[in-house]
């Protein structure tokens, strides 16, 4: 009798949790929204939706921030998530430099600190992170009852179900995933991401890809990656590793890449091969104001002064940018025979030069697609920049946290 009678109203809590959690992730996605709306979105009656409202605000998670307009009576109340409920922290590593940003859940960015701790695979860049965000949350008077989760990006073959980077293997103790090493240290819920589908749930939740269903985001930073949304979804392949762009061959006789093998397009496409090449031509004479910006000293040389040349007109840069531009069209060329999206939004530190790597990414892509393949398909640079990668990873936490919740 007693499972009997407990059956019916596990039944309702679950239901109710599920509710719960889409209404949250609804006003993440979405702000604020009234009950009647709640009701219609979940298919619920307005007590049930009241109630639903009534226990998240008593938990704290969401308060009344207004009134919506009226169409006749009174106007209804608006309802939106309590952005002080918690705070993330945000790891966004790469091979350059790693930024630690604190969000609330209305995706402020309320703090940041770039430290210059660039990813090594070696236990040494653990130690230092530790310490690094140890004393950034001390230092801003954060304690860890108040962090809700961690998420973190970073480039390689990440498996987040798994929570393994085996691109970065050496970072752990041997068979210690690094979700598994993270929590251990900060005693809190640890996502980890690959940084390329972290940009892409960010430009697809907040960027130019919001609404649409076929999306190809290409992120031009230190390697080259692809982001892929099918059906309104990012696609993550078998194991998490789809959209490696970076490690197709496209010059057999080419350099070697870090990955092992020889002529993959980010030894001529990246940011690290953008450098190499610009050092190159400048030791082989070529003209440009490159020299003037790092004081003759090639070490200092950095893609932003690249860029700044471009903007500053240097024939020299444009060029790079050009060749760059044009042999990344080639490999997009080959993704947009293979999925046919509607947008592809450029990402990345090489995104910051605008047009003058949009435009060659552009006009390879019109030489070498099918016609009928570039109907509708349209380019655009990220709207959201660097800030897309941050935003994914946030939005992939609150995911999974939000399920968790309410598992």
Wanted: glycine fraction near 8%; charged fraction near 20%.
């Amino acid at each position: 009798m007693d499972l009997v009678a407990e059956e019916p109203s596990s039944v309702i809590d679950i239901r109710k949790n599920r509710i719960r959690s889409s209404l949250l992730l609804h006003l993440y996605q979405s702000g604020d929204t009234s009950i009647n709306k709640m009701a219609k979105l979940f298919h619920a009656s307005i007590p049930s939706a009241t109630g639903i409202v009534n226990d998240l605000m008593r938990d704290g998670w969401i308060t009344e921030t207004g009134t919506g307009p009226a169409r006749a009576g009174r106007p209804p109340v608006l309802y939106g998530l309590n952005a002080k409920k918690y705070l993330t922290l945000i790891m966004d590593i790469n091979r350059h430099d790693t930024q630690l940003c604190i969000f609330d859940l209305h995706n402020q960015l309320i703090l940041k600190r770039k430290v210059d701790i660039r990813l090594d695979d070696s236990a040494n860049f653990l130690e230092e992170l530790f310490a690094s965000t140890d004393d950034f949350l001390k230092s801003n008077n954060i304690s860890r009852s108040k962090l809700w989760g961690i998420g973190v990006s970073m480039p390689g073959l990440i498996n987040s179900s798994q929570g393994i980077n085996l691109t970065y293997m050496n970072l752990t103790p041997p068979s210690v995933p690094l979700v598994t090493y993270l929590k251990e240290h900060f005693d809190l819920p640890v996502c980890l991401f690959n940084d390329t589908k972290a940009t892409t749930i960010g430009e697809h939740r907040f960027g130019y890809a919001v609404d649409k269903s076929q999306v190809l985001t290409i992120n031009i930073d230190w390697g080259v990656g692809l982001g892929i949304i099918i059906n309104g979804e990012v696609f993550n392949g078998a194991s998490g590793f789809a959209g490696e762009l970076g490690h197709i061959q496209v010059k057999p006789d080419g350099m070697l890449c870090h990955c092992g093998k020889v002529g993959c397009l980010d030894t001529i496409t990246s940011a690290i091969a953008l450098i190499r090449q610009a050092k190159e031509g400048i030791e082989t004479g070529r003209a440009t104001i490159l020299k003037q910006f790092v004081n003759n000293n090639l070490d200092l040389l950095e893609t932003s002064h690249i860029i700044e040349a471009v903007h500053a007109g240097d024939e020299f840069s444009i060029d790079l940018l050009s060749t760059v531009g044009t042999e990344l069209g080639k490999g997009l060329a080959t993704a947009v025979h293979l999925f046919n999206p509607e947008v592809i939004i450029v990402g990345g530190l090489l995104a910051e030069a605008g047009p003058f790597i949009s435009n060659p990414i552009e006009q390879a892509i019109n030489k070498y697609c099918l016609s009928d393949f570039k109907n509708p398909l349209s380019i655009h640079i990220s709207k959201l920049g660097a800030k897309a990668r941050l935003l994914g990873t946030q939005a992939y936490l609150f995911d999974n946290l939000i399920a968790k919740e309410f598992s």
